[in-house]
């Protein structure tokens, strides 16, 4: 009874009580479907098949199977393709973004290595002092 | 002897065992009893029954199964209810 173009029902799910074509057998349980349903595989028992038959090739495409299933009248809802949103920043990502657009990092270095001999000098100095003392 | 305010059935009695081994009574609001299959009136899985302040805060799709016919029929019913409709 199911076979390739085989207009079924599904019985089971949410996609209950829509129109599935079977595109491909799989083993003796599950089957592809397409049509009013999402392209995926079903088991033959969440299937109640019609004597509608479908002449389609084995894998037929989900436009070749509308515009079979349009010849018969059963209209297929295209679903609105989705969208990508952008994510929502973080309070933490933007704080490093804006830490990142300010970067002073070459005139830090040398500030860094003045810095250093001016704490040499320093111990020099107490060291000075203590000799001094 | 409990107050006069819980020995009426308005609230639900739950015997609790405490770490001493006393029992004590806790009373508990209602829930409204299990939602049926229309078809054969088995309890039906998926429909949370709740105060009506819980059931206004959940969203739709948490209330009852997102098939055909979620929420009136169990899942044989239902596949019995789309066979005969699709053999006429």
Known sequence: MIEIGRICYKIAGRESGKVAVVVDKINDNFVFVDGQVKRK????DHLEPTDKLLKIKKNAS????VSELKKISIEVKEAKP?????K????KEKSKETKEIKPPEPTKKPLKEEKKPAKEEKKESKNESKSKK | MPSPRRRSRSLRIVYKKLPGG???IHYHKKKPSKAQCAGCGRALAGVPRE??????NLPKTMKRPERMFGGIFCTVCSRRKLKDMVRK
């Open chain 1, 41 to 44: 595989r079903c088991n033959i």
């Open chain 1, 62 to 65: 989900h436009d070749e199977v």
């Open chain 1, 82 to 86: 989705k969208l990508k949103k952008e």
């Open chain 1, 88 to 91: 929502p920043q973080s309070i």
């Open chain 2, 22 to 24: 006393r029992l004590t």
């Open chain 2, 51 to 56: 105060r009506p302040y819980k059931m206004r």
